[in-house]
């Protein structure tokens, strides 16, 4: 009887210790890089590379994208 008591208390400690961590969430910033050629000859590459990024950022953005949900 004892055991028993002590799985559902533990089972009722651990449900609310998970529920109260849910508010808890922020939003996330997430950092990206970009490594490419930005001078000599084959800087337009790396501009072209640079562009096509900020582009696709642009655009998950505008759709709303969240990370992980």
Same mark, same amino acid.
């Given at each position: 009887? *004892?055991? /028993?008591? &002590?799985?559902?208390?533990?089972? +009722?400690? +651990? #449900?609310? #210790? %998970? $529920?109260?961590?849910?508010? *808890?969430? *922020?939003? %996330?910033?997430? /950092?990206? @890089?970009?490594?490419?050629?930005?001078? @000599?000859? *084959?800087?337009?590459? @790396? /501009?072209? &590379? =640079?562009?096509?990024?900020? %582009?696709?950022? =642009? =655009? $998950? &953005?505008? /759709?709303?994208?969240?990370? @992980?949900?």
């Amino acid at each position: 009887m *004892q055991v /028993k008591f &002590n799985v559902i208390a533990g089972a +009722a400690v +651990a #449900a609310v #210790a %998970m $529920l109260s961590t849910a508010a *808890q969430a *922020q939003d %996330m910033v997430v /950092k990206i @890089g970009h490594v490419g050629p930005v001078s @000599g000859a *084959q800087a337009h590459y @790396g /501009k072209d &590379n =640079e562009n096509g990024a900020r %582009m696709a950022i =642009e =655009e $998950l &953005n505008a /759709k709303g994208v969240t990370i @992980g949900g």
